[in-house]
């Protein structure tokens, strides 16, 4: 049972990537959630998304710009990223709770993905 998060790497400022969280061991069904590490601070959670009816939180940072998508024949979840900024750089986690707690819930998460680094530099 595992997530493998893949799909960082180095990009321009005002560029895109799309980061990808493949399940495996199981059946990705529940809510995701991505989160991230900057160098020097805490993690943080930056998207997450119900699979109850498709509804995402953002944090602040992420409104506009963060959005996450799965594809259950695949068992994967996704994050798009667009018009990404020097102070998105920071590893990148997905998460998810196989028991299905939601989002919101302190339970959340219960597995974490390996992390994948996202680079935003010219």
């Known amino acids: 049972v595992q997530l493998q998060a893949s799909g960082g790497g180095l990009v321009q400022p005002g560029g895109s990537l799309r980061l990808s969280c493949v399940a495996s061991?199981?059946?990705?069904?529940?809510?995701i959630g991505w989160f991230r590490q900057a160098p020097g601070k805490e993690r943080e959670e930056v998207s997450c998304r119900s699979s109850r009816d498709g509804s995402t939180i953002n944090a602040d940072s992420a409104k506009g710009r963060f959005t996450i998508s799965r594809d259950r024949a695949k068992n994967t979840a996704y994050l798009e990223v667009t018009n990404l900024k020097p102070e998105d750089t920071a590893v990148y986690y997905c998460?998810?709770?196989?028991?299905?707690?939601?989002?919101?819930?302190?339970?959340?998460?219960?597995?974490w993905g390996q992390g994948t680094l996202v680079t935003v530099s010219s």
């Open positions: 061991g199981f059946s990705f069904e529940h809510d």
């Open positions: 998460a998810t709770n196989l028991g299905g707690y939601p989002c919101k819930d302190p339970k959340f998460p219960d597995l």
